[in-house]
């Protein structure tokens, strides 16, 4: 999938694509990261609550991006190295 590119259109995208972004990787990694943000900073120091959502969220996210991105080419049989 070429960056810069957002496709909306279902048609559009492989067979691969559709299986892999259904799952909402980064969404739902992004819902546990400020989860466990809260958590934590709760944990370590109450006054963290207001910081620890907001880089738990964006933690979360940037590692859902990256599974994401990973299933991809592990399904489209690429290595990743560069464009085809």
Same mark, same amino acid.
């Given at each position: 999938? @070429?960056?810069?590119?957002?496709?909306?259109?279902? @048609?559009?995208?492989? /067979?691969?694509?559709?299986?892999? %972004?259904?799952?909402?990787?980064?969404? #739902?990694?992004?819902?546990?990261?400020?989860?466990?943000?809260? @958590?934590?900073?709760?944990?370590?120091?109450? /006054?963290?609550?207001? %910081?620890?959502?907001?880089?738990?969220?964006?933690?979360?996210?940037?590692?859902?991006?990256?599974?994401?991105?990973?299933?991809?080419?592990?399904?489209?049989?690429?290595?990743?190295? #560069?464009?085809?």
């Amino acid at each position: 999938m @070429a960056i810069g590119r957002f496709r909306t259109d279902p @048609a559009e995208l492989t /067979a691969a694509e559709r299986a892999v %972004v259904a799952k909402q990787h980064p969404e #739902g990694a992004l819902v546990v990261g400020m989860g466990l943000g809260i @958590a934590v900073s709760m944990a370590v120091a109450p /006054a963290l609550v207001v %910081v620890g959502p907001i880089v738990g969220g964006v933690a979360g996210y940037a590692l859902g991006r990256r599974y994401r991105a990973r299933r991809l080419r592990g399904l489209d049989g690429s290595d990743g190295s #560069g464009p085809e």
